[in-house]
């Protein structure tokens, strides 16, 4: 079955970078595109990046610039590299395949 597995959340202060990663099981990973979500507490959960098979990519406008999301079709795992972040940022980050695939999320706290 597919499994998402999400890792590389902490506590890091406003400015600094975080790097996460989504190993993924039980599909053929270098078809599908992936994504990184996020839920911030109260809100819903919004789109930060996406890649395509052909590693074609787009990312929410609040994160343009900031966010890299890159793919290693060998490895079966998607990479989300945050820097410049901001407390706003905070939020639980989940790794996505379409169409309704999701890993349990991992916490990233942006402190000001």
């Known amino acids: 079955q597919v499994q998402l597995v999400e890792s590389g959340g902490g506590l890091v202060q406003a400015g600094g970078s975080l790097r996460l990663s989504c190993a993924a099981s039980?599909?053929?990973?270098?078809?599908?595109?992936m994504a990184w979500y996020r839920q911030a507490p109260g809100q819903q959960r919004e789109l930060v990046a996406a890649?395509?098979?052909?590693?074609?990519?787009n990312y929410a406008d609040s994160v343009k610039g900031r966010f890299t999301i890159s793919r290693n079709n060998a490895k079966k795992t998607v990479a989300l590299q945050m820097d410049s972040l901001k407390p706003e940022d905070t939020a639980v980050y989940y790794c996505?395949?379409?169409?309704?695939?999701w890993g349990k999320g991992t916490l990233v706290t942006v402190s000001s």
């Open positions: 996505n395949r379409a169409p309704n695939y």
């Open positions: 890649i395509t098979s052909g590693r074609s990519t």
């Open positions: 039980g599909f053929i990973f270098s078809i599908n595109a």
